[in-house]
T-cell receptor, first 111, second 116 residues
């Protein structure tokens, strides 16, 4: 099932630093690329999403960068806070296909 | 507004027993997804429904797993007989899919299943 590769598996960042998580996909039919955030004991929740007609989308401290030709996209968390500590999943979905999730990145932001 | 509702939140059962997980999607959503999450395999799609019809069940591990959606507001995932390797967190998610293609999926809180 794995059509979306995510790295790193885990990430430790100091408070105030930048967290960067990368994903690569294979299927060129994908046209929706969301990032989900999951806290322990909770279900994943949508954080931010992008469609391939733009190369970047920013919402507050969270930015998605999208490179269609390289089939890669990344999540940048600026000014990382301890409350951002969670597991982050990238995903990709096409118009007529189900959503494929990356393996997840466990982010720890140290105070 | 109520989100996706799953029950039970925790289930502990013995190998060989039947397990039924329940899901109530968000009202007005027309797609429903069942996922399984484990440390080893991450988040796996088991099956999804569109307008109560199963569209893709290729992720269902084996015949011991079955899912139904008798109406727009209820779905079940059944495991019979259960095995220890079925231990995982099972998530239900729903979305409203329109002609514009993919949309946000809203996840429930999950059911943590432990099979002894």
């Amino acid at each position: 099932q794995q059509q979306v590769k995510q790295s790193p598996q885990s990430l430790i960042v100091q408070k105030g630093g930048i967290s960067i998580i990368n994903c690569a996909y294979e299927n060129t039919a994908f046209d929706y690329f969301p990032w989900y955030q999951q806290f322990p004991g909770k279900g994943p929740a949508l954080l931010i999403a992008i469609r391939p007609d733009v190369s970047e989308k920013k919402e507050g401290r969270f930015t998605i960068s999208f490179n269609k030709s390289a089939k890669q996209f990344s999540l940048h968390i600026m000014d990382s806070q301890p409350g951002d500590s969670a597991t982050y999943f990238c995903a990709a979905q096409g118009w007529s296909s189900d959503m494929r999730f990356g393996a997840g990145t466990r982010l720890t932001v140290k105070p | 507004d109520a989100g996706v509702i799953q029950s039970p939140r925790h289930e502990v059962t013995e190998m060989g027993q039947e397990v039924t997980l329940r899901c109530k999607p968000i009202s007005g959503h027309n797609s429903l997804f069942w996922y399984r999450q484990t440390m080893m395999r991450g988040l796996e799609l088991l099956i999804y429904f569109n307008n109560n019809v199963p569209i893709d069940d290729s992720g269902m591990p084996e015949d011991r797993f079955s899912a139904k959606m008798p109406n727009a507001s209820f779905s079940t995932l059944k495991i019979q007989p259960s095995e220890p390797r079925d231990s995982a967190v099972y998530f239900c998610a729903s979305s409203r899919v329109s002609g514009g293609g993919a949309n946000e999926q809203f996840f429930g809180p999950g059911t943590r299943l432990t099979v002894l």
